[in-house]
Structures are given as structure tokens and as C-alpha cells.
């Protein structure tokens, strides 16, 4: 069983920039597919991006492609969402995920889920 802590979330003006960090606990964290969604008030909850056990091949939802960067540290058990261009449509509430699999799941069927991090955009 893996528990997910997100961390980073806050406020930031259309432009800035902000790193979201979700501490997993266990210690098989390496053999987790990731990922990141997102959910904003009154709208159902989105993709973001998602990584499997390497970190090497990557996947990014259309509008954040070019702006965020998901990433893993697997010796930190830690994985990372790098937002940068931040813009008001941004805000949400963020949610880590992990599956059991080497590749991040086609759909939002993770095993695991975080309590999420706000996460508001100003204008």
C-alpha cells in the first residue's frame, strides 16, 4: 500500500511559477506508475501528466505541454510537478496518483490517490 502527502500548492500570479512535490510512503515507490490530476470548482477532474517507473517517457495533458514538468526522485520516494507560465485557468486542486503497473494508466483508474494541493492562479 502506498500513502501520498502532496506539498507546494499555494498562491502565484498569472506568469509565476511553482513546484508541487507528493511524498510517497513504502518502499516499493519505484515500482509505481504516477501521475498527476487536477480538479477546479465546478469541473470534473483532469489529467495533468504522468510518468512510469523510470521517469523516462512522459506524458503531459495538451494544455500544460510546455509549461509543466512531471518528474520522480525514486531514492526521495518523491514525485514533482514543475509549473511554470502559470495561468488563472491553472487553478485547481492537484492530486498525485499511483498505479501498480510500469505504465501510467489511459485513464484515471489509479490505485492510490493524495489529498491534493490548492493551487491559485491569479490575474
Known amino acids: 500500500q502506498v500513502q501520498l502527502v502532496e506539498s507546494g500548492g499555494g498562491l502565484v500570479q498569472a506568469g509565476g511559477s511553482l513546484r508541487l512535490s507528493c511524498a510517497a510512503s513504502?518502499?516499493?515507490?519505484?515500482?509505481?506508475?504516477m501521475g498527476w490530476f487536477r480538479q477546479a470548482p465546478g469541473k470534473e477532474r483532469e489529467f495533468v501528466a504522468a510518468l512510469g517507473w523510470s521517469g523516462t517517457v512522459t506524458y503531459y495533458a495538451d494544455s500544460v505541454k510546455g509549461r509543466f514538468t512531471i518528474s520522480r526522485d525514486n531514492a526521495k520516494n518523491t514525485l514533482y510537478l514543475q509549473m511554470t507560465s502559470l495561468k488563472p485557468e491553472d487553478t485547481a486542486i492537484y492530486y498525485c496518483?499511483?498505479?501498480?503497473?510500469?505504465?501510467?494508466?489511459?485513464?484515471?483508474?489509479?490505485?492510490?490517490w493524495g489529498q491534493g494541493t490548492q493551487v491559485t492562479v491569479s490575474s
Open positions: 496518483a499511483a498505479d501498480h503497473s510500469i505504465a501510467p494508466p489511459s485513464t484515471d483508474e489509479y490505485d492510490y
Open positions: 513504502g518502499r516499493t515507490f519505484s515500482r509505481y506508475a
